[in-house]
C-alpha cells in the first residue's frame, strides 16, 4: 500500500479587489484543515492567487502584468510555503507565471513535503480568444494573456508516486491524459475556473456543464487507470458565476469525494497509489494493447480532414 491523504482545497469567489495576501490567509486556514486531517499533499485550484482575470479585457501592458508572479514564492506566498513546510505537506497551485525571459504562462507548481519546488506544468490547452468578442456574453481571453505552455506533460517521482498535472480546459483533451498516462502518471492534478454558464450558448445549464467536468475527469482516471484530484476555484466572482463541483476520481473511474458548497472547502482522501496497478496491468496495459501504428494522425493533423479531402 502507497498511501497519500490528499486535501483538494476548493475555493471560494476571489475578487478584483482582494489582495494576494488576504488570498494566501485563506489558503492558509485551508492549509491547517487538511493538517489537522492528517493530509501529505494538498492541492489548489488553476489561478487561486487572484481573480480569474482573463474575464477581464486589458490593453495596458502594465496592468495585465499586475496579474502575473515574476518570482515564486514571493513575499505574498512565503507565508504558505513556511508553514506547509513546518507541517511537511507538499503543495500544489496554480498561478499566472512570468518569466525572467518576459514569457508569460498559466501554471501550476508541485513540491516536495520538503517546500521545494520540484516542478511546474504550463497549461498547454488555453481556451478562448485573443481579442474582444462582442458576441459573447462575456469574455475568455486566456489566448490574450498566455502563451501555450512549452513543457509538454512532464510526470515527477514525489512521495514515492509518479505525479503530473493539467489545468482546467486540459481536462477535456484526451490526449493530455495519455501522455501523462504513457508516463506512468499515478496522480493526476488539477484546477480549473470554469464559468457556469456557456458564454456562446445561453441554453447550456449549468448541470450540463458539469457533467461534462465530470464526464473528462472519469474518464481521463478509468483509462490511464490513474487517481485524478479536480479543484475548482467557484462561486459569484466580480458578478460572473463560476461552478464548483470539486472532485476525487478513483483510478475505476468512479467519484470518491465531491464538494457540495461553492466556497472554500477541503475534501480529503486517503488515496493508495498501488490501486492504480490493476487497471494498468490489465485492460490499459499499454504495452500489450496500443496500436500506435493506426495513431499517426493525433500528432500530425490538427483540424478535421474528411476522406474526401475537405476540410472540416
Ligand atoms: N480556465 C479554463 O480553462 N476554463 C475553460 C472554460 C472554457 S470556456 C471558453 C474550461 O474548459 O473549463
Redesign the pocket.
Known amino acids: 500500500m502507497r498511501e497519500i491523504v490528499i486535501g483538494a482545497a476548493q475555493m471560494g469567489p476571489i475578487q478584483r479587489y482582494d489582495s494576494r495576501e488576504v488570498v494566501v490567509a485563506r489558503m492558509i486556514v485551508l492549509l491547517e484543515e487538511a493538517i489537522a486531517a492528517g493530509c501529505m499533499l494538498v492541492i489548489f485550484p488553476?489561478?487561486c492567487l487572484t481573480t480569474?482575470f482573463?474575464r477581464w479585457y486589458m490593453e495596458d501592458e502594465r496592468e495585465v502584468a499586475t496579474w502575473f508572479e515574476a518570482k515564486m514564492p514571493n513575499a505574498a506566498t512565503q507565508p504558505l510555503f513556511d508553514r506547509a513546510r513546518t507541517a511537511g505537506v507538499a503543495i500544489s497551485f496554480g498561478y499566472a507565471e512570468q518569466t525572467p525571459e518576459g514569457q508569460a504562462f498559466n501554471t501550476q507548481l508541485l513540491t516536495d513535503p520538503d517546500l521545494n519546488i520540484i516542478g511546474k506544468y504550463r497549461?498547454v490547452h488555453?481556451?478562448?480568444h485573443a481579442e474582444f468578442d462582442p458576441d459573447r456574453a462575456f469574455q475568455?481571453l486566456?489566448k490574450r494573456y498566455f502563451q501555450p505552455g512549452d513543457l509538454g506533460f512532464p510526470v515527477f517521482r514525489n512521495m514515492n508516486a509518479w505525479m503530473g498535472m493539467l489545468?482546467?480546459?486540459d481536462?477535456?483533451w484526451p490526449e493530455a491524459y495519455r501522455e501523462l498516462g504513457l508516463q506512468g502518471a499515478e496522480l493526476i492534478m488539477l484546477g480549473?475556473?470554469?464559468?457556469t454558464t456557456?458564454?456562446q450558448n445561453s441554453g447550456e445549464t449549468p448541470e450540463t456543464r458539469v457533467f461534462h467536468?465530470d464526464l473528462c475527469c472519469q474518464a481521463g482516471a478509468y483509462q490511464n487507470s490513474a487517481w485524478v484530484v479536480a479543484v475548482a476555484k467557484a462561486g459569484d466572482e466580480d458578478g460572473h458565476a463560476l461552478f464548483a463541483g470539486s472532485i476525487i476520481v478513483a483510478p475505476d473511474g468512479t467519484i470518491v469525494e465531491k464538494a457540495t458548497t461553492d466556497g472554500d472547502e477541503l475534501l480529503v482522501h486517503s488515496c493508495d497509489m498501488d490501486e492504480t496497478k490493476f487497471g494498468k496491468k490489465t485492460i490499459f496495459d499499454f504495452k500489450r494493447h496500443r496500436q500506435i501504428k493506426h495513431y499517426s494522425r493525433i500528432t500530425s493533423q490538427t483540424g478535421v480532414i474528411y476522406p474526401d479531402g475537405t476540410k472540416g
Not at 192 to 195: E, G, K, L, Q, V
Open positions: 488553476e489561478l480569474f482573463p497549461k488555453l481556451p478562448g475568455h486566456e489545468i482546467c480546459n481536462r477535456r480549473y475556473n470554469t464559468p456557456n458564454s467536468s
